[in-house]
């Protein structure tokens, strides 16, 4: 899939899913985003630095070598290959591709630890600082 495809395949794929972000982050590679203000997020985009503070419900991260840190997601949707995301809560968390690493602390809502999902090679999602 070419560069240029995947902002649309990710607006398709959230609106498919009735899930359409209340902001999509396109072509950028540095931003800071407040989830109490918009809480559905799309990172459409390749080698960029991402922080997200409050409460955020979804993140859909579609893109390759991306470092994201977020305080708080509910869902936590990766798509791509060499991500870095640390994460200090999460309930459910979804990867599609390689090489990607999650670190999180806890879970929102839950004692138990995050569900997580993942598809691709040498994924690693574990508790971690």
């Not at 959230?14 to 918009?38: F, I, M, Q």
């Not at 993140?59 to 200090?88: H, Q």
Request: glycine share 10%; aromatic share 4%.
């Amino acid at each position: 899939m070419t560069r240029q495809a995947w902002p649309l395949f990710a607006l398709l794929t959230l609106t498919a899913c009735g899930e359409a972000p209340d902001r999509t982050y396109a072509d950028v590679t540095n931003a800071t985003h407040d989830c109490g203000k918009e809480k559905k997020v799309a990172v459409n985009a390749s080698g960029g630095s991402f922080t997200f503070t409050g409460p955020c419900a979804s993140i859909a991260l579609n893109g390759a070598n991306n470092t994201l840190t977020i305080e708080s997601a509910n869902a936590l949707d990766i798509k791509g290959d060499g991500n870095i995301v640390k994460i200090g809560a999460v309930d459910s968390v979804s990867v599609n591709g390689s090489q990607n690493k999650v670190a999180y602390k806890r879970g929102v809502t839950d004692i138990q630890p995050p569900s997580a999902t993942t598809r691709g090679n040498n994924n690693d999602v574990r508790q971690g600082p």
